[in-house]
């Protein structure tokens, strides 16, 4: 069908504006193509590793009932190996961590709690393995197990953790023998528990115990 002089013109027109501008609009095109093609396989990829960890994180756990301890510290260990980036690998470590500790093997439990702490993707459970690991090394005592102890306490609380930190340095005042640092850290925490509802019983009983020994009970 022929067309009319209008749609001849609007024809070349098109025509124009596309040898023009064709290319930059191609280009655009891709980009945001790969954009979502890349988004598309980033999810993908993500819940891939979520469930393959999910799988191994598993097998951890039956580790435990059967009291492997072996099978336990390898399946920690792969899953920091290859699913660092989950919340499984901190989540494992800190499994192991507890397992280690329970067979009286400190040094292991330190070597799960330092990557926890250093390289898990979760702040809160960074958190958690560097206070489980500043109490092991207060355990542990001696100048670098206590000046470790002390650098981890230096860092800056992750929130919500605050209370904790305070506690933990209590102790390593404590273990010092200095009560007066001591007892202002323990007041500190205690200020910290009484306006968080939130907080364990359990924890603040304990901490209630230390706050008697040091005389700062109030």
Do not use: C
């Not at 022929?2 to 098109?14: H, I, R, T």
């Not at 501008?21 to 980009?31: E, N, R």
């Not at 330190?110 to 898990?120: I, M, N």
């Amino acid at each position: 069908m022929a067309l009319d002089l209008e749609e001849q013109e609007q024809l070349a027109n098109l025509k124009t504006f596309w040898h023009k501008y064709g290319k930059q609009i191609i280009t655009v095109l891709v980009i945001i193509l790969l954009g979502y093609s890349a988004n598309m396989g980033w999810k993908w990829w993500k819940n891939s590793q979520a469930n393959e960890a999910s799988k191994l994180y598993e097998t951890l756990l039956n580790s435990t009932v059967k009291n492997d301890l072996a099978q336990t510290y390898l399946a920690a260990e792969d899953l920091q190996k290859k699913f660092g980036s989950t919340a499984y690998a901190a989540m494992g470590s800190l499994v192991a961590a507890r397992v280690a500790s329970d067979a009286n093997d400190s040094a292991k439990a330190q070597q799960f709690l330092r990557w926890t702490a250093k390289d898990a993707a979760d702040d809160s459970y960074r958190a958690i393995a560097q206070m489980r690991l500043v109490s092991l090394l207060i355990d542990q005592g001696g100048d670098a197990a206590m000046s470790e102890a002390d650098q981890l306490l230096k860092t800056k609380p992750v929130n919500g953790f605050e209370a904790l930190w305070l506690e933990r340095r209590g102790d390593w005042y404590l273990t010092q023998q200095k009560i007066s640092e001591a007892r202002s850290s323990y007041q500190e925490a205690w200020k910290i528990l009484l306006n968080n509802k939130e907080f364990p019983e359990e924890a603040k009983r304990l901490l209630k115990v230390k706050l008697d020994v040091v005389g700062g009970a109030s």
